[in-house]
């Protein structure tokens, strides 16, 4: 073998080696934000007058899990916005589990979205990455069923995401069909749609991992806040925004 030809198979087996460790760190950041943010958002549901109630439901990206802090996550930059914005206190009671699938939040979420003894003013769900990734248990069929009744469970003019793009073909294919399933359902069920398909697809298969955690799977801070600012900018036209600001003095 040619030493040039040598060299060529060694640097390829370094960037392997290279990119093997930056995954397997990325990985075990990610197992430590799974316990780290769930701690954080707790489960203290709190009842306070005067103030904006923000439930949150869904998977681990609700939880924020792959961004550098709880505080870049996009439940939490919704929330900073809306304190911004409307200059009321902003109470956020976080119900969503990493590592849930549709059926987990008809099963554990919507009981305690029930049982809550306030009024919800703001609802936002992200649902549907599992179901994609956990193909063995989840089928487009069992998506489209659970994601029906928690639609239907959900206080009028809730926000939902539909499903967020993947590279993988196989995966990718699911995706869209699950996410065409979720934005007919969201409007059958007079919701407001959070495009995340189109708007992950759109970053193309080069840019895609520029937003995305060391896990290659997980949003990262620039990730987070491009789905703060598709919520956001549904919850702006919408009129809600403006509907929780009290008017001026």
């Not at 460790?21 to 707790?42: E, K, M, P, S």
């Not at 193909?135 to 003019?157: H, K, M, R, W, Y």
């Not at 491009?226 to 925004?241: I, N, T």
Request: hydrophobic letters at 45%.
């Amino acid at each position: 073998m040619k030493t040039s030809h040598k060299l060529a198979i060694g640097a390829g087996v370094a960037a392997l080696g290279t990119i093997a460790v930056r995954y397997l760190r990325g990985a075990r950041t990610i197992a430590r934000h799974v316990d780290d943010y769930a701690q954080h958002w707790g489960r203290g549901h709190h009842h306070t007058d005067g103030v904006i109630h923000y439930v949150a439901l869904g998977d681990s990206a609700a939880q924020g899990v792959g961004a550098s802090s709880v505080e870049a996550s996009y439940v939490s930059i919704i929330a900073e916005r809306l304190r911004e914005a409307t200059r009321r206190p902003v109470v956020v009671t976080n119900l969503s589990v990493s590592g849930t699938v549709s059926g987990d939040v008809v099963r554990d979420q919507l009981p305690v979205l029930r049982d809550l003894r306030f009024t919800p003013d703001l609802v936002t769900l992200d649902i549907g990455g599992n179901d994609v990734v956990f193909s063995g248990s989840n089928t487009v069929e069992s998506f489209a069923a659970s994601l029906d009744t928690i639609l239907g469970e959900l206080p009028a003019g809730s926000f939902v995401g539909d499903v967020p793009w993947f590279t993988l073909p196989n995966l990718g294919v699911r995706a869209k069909k699950m996410s065409d399933v979720a934005a007919k359902l969201v409007k059958l069920h007079g919701h407001h749609l959070v495009p995340l398909f189109e708007a992950t697809k759109q970053t193309g298969y080069l840019r895609f991992h520029r937003h995305t955690a060391g896990d290659w799977f997980h949003p990262n801070d620039k990730g987070y806040l491009a789905w703060a600012d598709l919520f956001w900018a549904e919850l702006v036209a919408s009129g809600r925004v403006a509907e929780l600001t009290p008017p001026a003095e």
